[in-house]
């Protein structure tokens, strides 16, 4: 059964093992963190800086068979209406099965449930077709209109604004 906990220091090196190249590194991060390859060391340092931050958290999934997944929660709006997902990633070899799915509305149901959120939004690189499937068949839509380019890898990468409501996980 898939659950979520708050992040612990000791997952980081779980977590970024799955990051295996350049390209994956900035569709998970969209050149957040300075450079690759990402280090346990890096991720903690990184979360250091929002723990005063009360309107950040970072999140773990796991399952029987330990750590699976991972993504962090923010509210993007003073009145705390919109909350943000990022850093979603799931286990390489569970990708393509549900996990990040699962993963997603467990966040989602929490969001809505208990910090009565009234949307979530998150970005994905059109260059990543899986994680567009994945947040779509999680109920997020594209919002039209807010897509914007993104400078990385020398390239300009479009970054697709997704959008989940409470009526949608229903």
Known sequence: MLSLRPYKRGDAKTIVSWITDEKS???????????YPITAEDMNTHYDQEDEN?????????????????????FLSKDKKILRFGYIIVRSDLRGRGYGRRMLRLAAS???????????????????????RCYQTAGFKIAEGESVFIPLMGEQWLCHEM???KTALL
Do not use: K
């Open 25 to 35: 590194f900035y569709q998970w991060s969209a050149g957040r963190y300075p450079s």
């Open 54 to 74: 009360p309107d950040f958290w970072q999140m773990t999934a796991f399952d029987e068979d330990g750590i699976c997944g991972h993504l962090m929660m923010r």
């Open 110 to 132: 929490y969001a809505f449930d208990y910090l009565h959120v009234e949307r979530i939004t998150l970005g994905v690189f059109d260059n990543n077709p899986p994680a567009i």
């Open 163 to 165: 959008f989940l409501t």
